[in-house]
């Protein structure tokens, strides 16, 4: 019956929420027939038409709502008769192989996963319990998900890290020796990766990305890098081979992170930041090269009028009879 | 027969065009035996080789020689016997539905649409009439695209929003909720969507491409973004969530906008600006944090001598006797 | 049997390699069996408990190990039963096409080429010798691979190029008419191609992307670009329509060139660079607009401290009676 939608875009009989308080006029005017509140908004209301839902936090109420009213569609337990399973691999009863899906020799599908119409699933690839695998995501040969891993449509698990070795021919012709790539990726629980997101393997270990972490559409993880858990990657994210970010790690959109270093517990970059060294905990860097973000702040203000600078340093100069 | 390409590149039987007075020289030397020119070029050639079309946009009138000249290949209408269409799905007479394709339950594929090898129709989703779907593009549970729509190969439309809330388990342990991202997207008329580009589904409502707008390859649009009619998103853009596009936007490659802003008709960004608030209609844009395209260009000829700068403060200061 | 790890890594029977000095400690205690040095640092090891393999470039020699002692998965030759190969195509005895496969007409596999799952060959197109097409990667029609191409999974080669020409409609409203992208790629030999990397098809020509380069993943080429040999694109970088990149140019994350410009033999571009016009061969670039780096990193130190020389520029103001 009832559904979910924002405050401004509900009608009567949905379920909407009350978190930011520059939509107070849309709280006003809502014609949602419920609204999840916080206790101190619930506190203020009169006279309004709508039923409340009172909750520590009305973002996470509303999310629990739309689980509840909008729940994802069911596939039916079972291989598609299109699917190709190899030899020793290994599907629980209870997970769902869509049309068109390859799972390779000795891989293992998990309790209730669901692996959606063209994805692949490696040799020896493991993918944990209640994951779901979107259209033509592919998780390449030993390469391992944890439990509750959501892969959205086209994301790539375990293509071979960028290594190669400059290397001479026996006629002194140089080339660009390619390092074979023959580690893994481990992605731990409840992570989920966006659509086209790349994630390589390790040159001889691993790529880990953390528990709970979320990696957005396009992000680029380089080999051996790895991404403790609870961390956020906006969309086309790039971090180079072997980074190193902490727990709860917040990379902005469109950032990057040079390889070899490492970004503390709880650091954030900013939006296009540039991360060129190590950036310790806690700390906000912004800009290329990346500094702690007040500081770029104040530089950004200064270098927007730096024609009127330089105007000012002339007419001293002239004032002092120079330049 | 004949066949088109640039002037430098033409040989004898060729079509080609000239709109670019750099290239004038390359029109003297061409081997083309027909050059598409606009009026005022045709009144100065005298002496050429080659036969003139006459035209006042010449690009515009080489796009219809290159239409008519190499057509598409046509596939013939029809399933494809490896395709799999699900219960209740609606495939037009005329569409073409080639091998591994998936057309879930409910889905719409309108009249001579052609869904190319392994792409995916989720269930419930509309393609319209004349649509094309590359290779692996994806269209996911209940999109809709509207009629010419292209979707480059492994395009990735209705994706999950990059939507997350903060909670906390019983235990106190935090942890990122997933949003369930209940919405559609809706490509209107016209629009071609580049390969690997990747356009998320809203949280419960739409978003949206207004009718003959063009994404480039690998470009990310976050979720309930609306980009307007006629815009232009060139490689590798980013649009956080809900961001507001105007009608005929024109973004650089690499360029970015933070999400809940607004850019005015016919704004444009430069390659990799970093837009961080609302753009007027009508501004150029350029550099991180995106300020007017002229406030920027002479704010970096600064930049790239502050070196010099600081010099000329350091001597008037000693001149002064400080510092 | 033995199996390759770096140093910190490697446990006992493992083969290492040494060829950064800042891993010293890591050598002195590493439990690899086997390490690759070069002669330098064999003559100044004693009392070691690894046997050495000497070699000019150790990294190399890793390389090598890595491929004797973690050799590819065989697939056997032929093709598996569910591929469809149109009317027309060949496709060498001694090649291997993979489940869910499509080749279409007149397109060719040469000897010992591996294409996997879910992968496409349009028609026409050609797959040089001993090359491997990942999963779902993606050769559109007419384009061409030399021998020993690599594409990582989801590759798209021969995607349109981004072109538009401005027109009306009889009525006067103006559209993004779309000029038919007739050209096609061609990959030379020992290029490898990254995950979800997109090379775009020439209008009218050749895209070219030359021997012996190296493209990362999620980049992204523009039509009728032409990438020399020996060329190195890390992650995400994007090259505008028609750019010309000479021999041995090093191109580092997220950076991009505008179109139509060249960059010269050897040149290099950091991380993040913004390309606006010509690069000099041998010459390195930062930023922004990209300037020469040496320049680039004098100016970045001052940018940190615009609010300090600012202030300087005031105090003078003050002491000689302005502002």
Known sequence: MGSCAALNEA???????????????????????????DEATEAKLSGVRFARLVRD?????????????HPESEEPAGVHPS???EDGSVVHESASIGPFVYVGPKARVGARSRVMAG??????????????????AVVMERCVLGNRVRLQPAAVIGSDGFGYVLDKLEDGTTFHRKVPQVGIVRIEDDVE?????????AT????????????????????????????????QVGLAGSTKLGRGV?????????????VGDGAKAAAQAGITEDVP????????????????????LVFKDLPALLKRVRRIEKKLGEG
Not at 211 to 234: A, E, F, R, T, Y
């Open 119 to 136: 994805a692949y699933v490696g040799p020896g690839a493991v993918i944990g319990e209640d994951c779901v695998m979107g259209p033509r």
């Open 250 to 262: 917040v990379m902005g959109g469109q950032s990057g992170a040079a390889g070899h270093l490492a």
């Open 83 to 85: 699917a190709v399973l």
């Open 11 to 37: 009608s009567v009989g949905q379920v909407s929420f009350f978190a930011d308080h520059r939509q107070e006029s849309a709280l006003e005017s809502t014609m949602a027939s419920v609204v999840v509140v």
């Open 204 to 235: 001889t270990h691993e790529t880990i990305v953390g528990s709970g972490s979320k990696i957005d559409n396009l992000v680029q993880v380089g080999h051996n890098s790895v991404i403790g858990p609870l961390s956020i990657l906006c969309g």
């Open 193 to 201: 990766i966006g659509a086209g997101a790349c994630i390589d393997r």
């Open 57 to 69: 936090n009305p973002a996470a109420g509303f999310a629990i709502a739309l689980d509840a009213l």
């Open 281 to 300: 905990a806690g700390e906000t860097v912004s800009g290329m090269p990346a500094i702690s973000r007040v500081k770029w702040l104040r530089a950004v």
